[in-house]
């Protein structure tokens, strides 16, 4: 069935550092791959998403690459800040449907 | 250009009641999808409307109904509530499919 695993479900680093989160989905027809972030109390907010005719896309700090022929995709952050601590959620779309299949979340904390 | 708006933020049932859940979606968009999100995990697909007609169902049981107003808002009913059925739900909106939106969420509480 369709699936997205997510790693890692926490992340620790020091203000200034890069946090890599990773993800793989299991439909190959998967087209659309956005990344949310969730704070706490509050709904999740798209923080950048890429589709499948593309392998990189970056945002100021926020970068997402994408590896169809392995099925993963993973977000990158740089010169994190306190600000950036939340749960961060990938997900990705089943070709031909308008449904989101989340992973299970990562927990990121950033260390001032 | 205003955002998701759900309603009520909190809600405590009692098992086998009904509930209705509120979303406005955010102007323009004509998509509106709900998801629950189960205390530490990502948000499950229910079901998603797309001018007033249901566009897709994820694996909820047909308890689980919903409608799409002409101006695009939306409700989410549950019936015969269960204790695991407590769980934020996610609003969303988006204007055709990608992009979602989301609403900050409605709390239901089963006791």
């Known amino acids: 069935g369709e699936n997205v695993e997510q790693h890692p479900s926490t992340l620790s680093v020091q203000e200034g550092d890069s946090a890599v989160i990773k993800c793989t989905y299991s439909?190959?027809?998967?087209?659309?791959f956005p990344w949310y972030k969730q704070e706490l109390g509050k709904g999740p907010q798209l923080i950048i998403d890429i589709r499948s005719n593309v392998g990189e896309k970056k945002d100021q700090r926020i970068a997402v690459t994408l590896n169809k022929t392995a099925k993963h995709f993973s977000l990158h952050i740089t010169e994190t800040q306190p600000e950036d601590s939340a749960v961060y959620f990938c997900a990705a779309s089943p070709g031909g449907t308008y449904k989101y299949i989340f992973g299970t979340g990562t927990r990121l904390k950033v260390l001032a | 250009e205003t955002g998701v708006t759900q309603s009520p933020t909190h809600l405590i049932k009692t098992r086998g009641q009904q509930v209705t859940l509120r979303c406005s979606s955010q102007?323009?968009?004509?998509?509106v999808s709900w998801y629950q999100q189960a205390l530490g995990q990502g948000p499950q697909f229910i079901f998603q409307y797309y001018r007033e007609e249901e566009n897709g169902r994820g694996n909820f049981p047909p308890r689980f109904s919903g409608l799409q107003f002409p101006n695009y808002s939306s409700e989410l009913n549950v019936n015969a509530l269960e204790l695991d059925d407590s769980a934020l739900y996610l609003c969303?909106?988006?204007?055709?499919?990608?992009?979602?939106?989301f609403g900050s969420g409605t709390r239901l509480t089963v006791v």
């Open positions: 102007s323009g968009h004509n998509t």
């Open positions: 439909d190959s027809a998967s087209n659309y």
């Open positions: 969303a909106s988006s204007l055709e499919r990608d992009g979602y939106t």
